[in-house]
Structures are given as structure tokens and as C-alpha cells.
């Protein structure tokens, strides 16, 4: 079965600040895919990015980096110089079906506040 | 390029009841996928339609069932409501197309009385 746990609840920060938002996962497959998705008070769930399994190099898109390592099971999300904009509700995913999109199991999330 | 579009935004419904949720993808798109979200189980997977069929289903009861159109469209039906069902419904669409990605919808409240 999978499973995708985001220990962190809530995280709040100053602005500015960098943080980083922990994504452990647990699956038998040798091929699956890994999101980010961000939820904003609006409800809609954003795409942040998708990452397949054979694909461990890590990938910085502006003030967003993330860190894959398949020896921990971890796909975690650092946001450089926050800014009060990236407050949010922050969700890890894993599928392992096909095309990677269509069943999404998710985390918990992690809810995190930027403080101005 | 038109979103994901969920009707209605907002719904109260009583106990027993039925409810009908309507999805329209993004054109081009022909999965979409349901999902339920609530405080206590968070985000989980009901099922998803593709070209008219259900490819995958989540473990949900059979109260929640669904439906695909030839335009893509889809809609969620629960029957029977329960205080329990009372969450966020959110619709994704996707290609269905390697390296690509699902778009949300902003999801249909339901609140069940």
C-alpha cells in the first residue's frame, strides 16, 4: 500500500526566512511519481511540480528547490527568502499508476504561515 | 484556456438525500479524476474516468458513484447522505499523457445537515 506522511503540521516563519517542508513515502513499486501540490485559501489545489522515480536530480525553480533522495524515501520542498504569498497549505503526493496523474494519494499537509 | 470548472461551488444538503457534482475539464482533457477532502481523513482518491469508463476506483462506498460524458464532463453522485460526507469535492482533469500533470478544480463545498 502507499502511504506519503508529512510530519510537520503547521510551520510558521518570518519572512524572509528560508524553510523546508518534509515528504517521507512508502511504496512497493519500483516506478511511481512524486507532487507538490499547494492549496491556497481559494481551494484549488496548485501544481508545484512532478518528479518520476528513476529521476533522483534535484530541481530549483525560482525560490523553490526540491530534494529527492530515494535512499530515505524523501521528496522534501525548500522555499528560499519566503515571502507572505507562499502562505498556504503545502501537500506531498505519490502515484504509481501509468501516467503518474490520475490517482493521487496525498499527505496530510503541512500548513505554513509567513509571518510579515 | 478555460480551468477546471466545478458547479455548484456550495451546497446544503439533509441527512438522506442525494446530490448530484458536476465537473468540466479543461478541453483537450479526457480523465478526470474525484477527490474528497476533510479535516479528519485529509485529501483521498474516489475514483477516476477515462473516455467514458471508470479506470480507477478509491475505497469509498458504493453511495458514491460516477459518471463520464462523451464531452468529457463528469459528475459525482452520493446517495443517501450522511453528516460524514460533509467536505470538499474536488475535480482534476489531466491528459492522461506521460510527464504531465493534474489541474484542480476549486471544488464543490457540501455540507450535509
Known amino acids: 500500500a502507499q502511504k506519503v506522511t508529512q510530519a510537520q503540521t503547521e510551520i510558521s516563519v518570518v519572512e524572509k526566512e528560508d524553510v523546508t517542508l518534509d515528504c517521507v513515502y512508502e511504496t512497493r513499486d519500483t516506478t511511481y511519481y512524486l507532487f507538490w501540490y499547494k492549496q491556497p485559501p481559494s481551494g484549488e489545489l496548485v501544481f508545484l511540480i512532478r518528479r518520476n522515480s528513476f529521476d533522483e536530480q534535484n530541481e530549483i525553480s525560482g525560490r523553490y528547490s526540491w530534494n529527492f533522495q530515494k535512499s530515505t524515501s524523501s521528496f522534501n520542498f525548500t522555499i528560499t527568502a519566503s515571502q507572505v504569498v507562499d502562505s498556504a497549505v503545502y501537500f506531498c503526493a505519490l502515484s504509481d499508476v501509468f501516467f503518474g496523474n490520475e490517482k493521487l494519494t496525498f499527505g496530510t499537509g503541512t500548513r505554513l504561515t509567513i509571518i510579515p | 484556456k478555460a480551468g477546471v470548472t466545478q458547479t455548484p461551488r456550495y451546497l446544503i444538503k439533509t441527512r438522506g438525500q442525494q446530490v448530484t457534482l458536476s465537473c468540466s475539464p479543461i478541453?483537450?482533457?479526457?480523465?478526470v479524476s474525484w477527490y474528497q477532502q476533510t479535516p479528519g481523513q485529509g485529501l483521498q482518491f474516489l475514483f477516476e474516468y477515462f473516455s467514458e469508463t471508470q479506470r480507477n476506483k478509491g475505497n469509498f462506498p458504493g453511495r458514491f458513484s460516477g459518471r463520464q460524458f462523451s464531452n468529457s464532463r463528469s459528475e459525482m453522485n452520493v446517495s443517501t447522505l450522511e453528516l460524514g460526507d460533509s467536505a470538499l469535492y474536488l475535480c482534476?482533469?489531466?491528459?492522461?499523457?506521460?510527464?504531465?500533470?493534474?489541474?484542480f478544480g476549486q471544488g464543490t463545498r457540501l455540507t450535509v445537515v
Open positions: 478541453s483537450g482533457h479526457r480523465s
Open positions: 482534476a482533469s489531466s491528459s492522461r499523457q506521460a510527464n504531465t500533470e493534474a489541474f
